[in-house]
């Protein structure tokens, strides 16, 4: 009988979300460390006067507070590649709005 065969089972099952999600290049692949660690950044980050008015205008739209801790870590990894990426030191006045 051949693995195919309806007697045996197929030898692959009905696609599961976690098995789509990959397929799909859901963000959430990967490395879960690389997650984590902006998303905390972003906890402490929303404590600060620099950044507490993004965190809270993503608030102010609606958004969960988990979401809007997302949006802001999505910012802070944009801001730390610019920052290296032009070799400059960040300065607070040009977080816009």
């Known amino acids: 009988m051949t ?3 309806p007697t045996l089972g ?14 799909a290049g ?8 690389l997650h984590r660690l902006p998303y905390n950044a ?17 608030r102010a739209k609606g958004l ?3 979401i809007a ?3 802001l870590a999505r910012k802070l990894v ?3 590649f610019a920052l290296y990426k032009h070799d400059t030191c960040f ?3 040009l977080i816009g709005a």
């Open 26 to 33: 859901c963000p959430s692949a990967g490395p879960a460390e």
């Open 3 to 5: 693995p195919s065969s």
């Open 64 to 66: 969960s507070t988990s």
């Open 91 to 93: 300065d607070p006045a």
């Open 69 to 71: 801790l997302v949006v």
């Open 42 to 58: 972003a906890m402490s980050a929303a404590k600060t006067a620099t950044w507490k008015p993004c965190y809270e205008r993503q």
């Open 10 to 23: 197929s030898t692959r099952g009905p696609a599961t979300p976690a098995s789509v999600a990959v397929a």
């Open 78 to 80: 944009r801001v730390a």
